[in-house]
T-cell receptor, first 111, second 114 residues
């Protein structure tokens, strides 16, 4: 049973475009994390959002946690080829004892 | 600065053989996780240790899978009588037990069962 859904599954855009990817769940999490994974490597943590309605910015990336702490979005401004990768959201339960990952959004940014 | 280390990076085996993978977490991290990832999917939780204690094991995990963390440092994951469906990337992650936990992943072991 997939507790987290991510959309879109695949996204291919041109360099310089903006994009938003989504992570949705019917469960409430103590926090939610976003990771980026490159081929042949493990995921790397980008951000953790904890409070409902929270917005965090990391350079060109903006992360938002839904008010009910069940969903999140990642917005990338002026995408670059280096942003290419698999973006995974992970719901954190029991304050860090259980991480549940979504299936990911595979982003390709073409030069 | 040493991150999470996994060995081997790649393993090819024949169906029915046993395989063992090793994970060395970041030294001060007391939590260690094993995940499995197949192509096009996110990591799927297998099991989790706090120090040497195995606190949770996925109900999806077959009896052919066993994991240990004997001294609360490195961990091993063994798969007995491998099947073709076991082919996947096996990821290890560690974290420290404080505040909002953050997972630090190794590069994984890619298993191919022929």
């Amino acid at each position: 049973t997939q507790l987290l859904e991510q959309s879109p599954q695949f996204l291919s855009i041109q360099e310089g475009e903006n994009l938003t990817v989504y992570c949705n769940s019917s469960s409430v999490f103590s926090s939610l994390q976003w990771y980026r994974q490159e081929p042949g490597e493990g995921p790397v943590l980008l951000v953790t959002v904890v409070t409902g309605g929270e917005v965090k910015k990391l350079k060109r990336l903006t992360f938002q946690f839904g008010d009910a702490r069940k969903d999140s979005s990642l917005h990338i401004t002026a995408a670059q080829p280096g942003d290419t990768g698999l973006y995974l959201c992970a719901g954190v339960k029991n304050y860090g004892q259980n991480f549940v990952f979504g299936p990911g959004t595979r982003l390709s940014v073409l030069p | 600065d040493t991150g999470v280390s996994q060995d081997p990076r790649h393993k090819i085996t024949k169906r029915g053989q046993n395989v063992t993978f090793r994970c060395d977490p970041i030294s001060e991290h007391n939590r260690l996780y094993w995940y499995r990832q197949t192509l096009g999917q996110g990591p799927e939780f297998l099991t989790y240790f706090q120090n040497e204690a195995q606190l949770e094991k996925s109900r999806l995990l077959s009896d052919r899978f066993s994991a240990e963390r004997p001294k609360g440092s490195f961990s091993t994951l063994e798969i007995q009588r491998t099947e073709q469906g076991d082919s996947a990337m096996y990821l290890c992650a560690s974290s420290i037990d404080s505040g909002t936990a953050k997972l630090f992943f190794g590069s994984g072991t890619q298993l191919s069962v022929l």
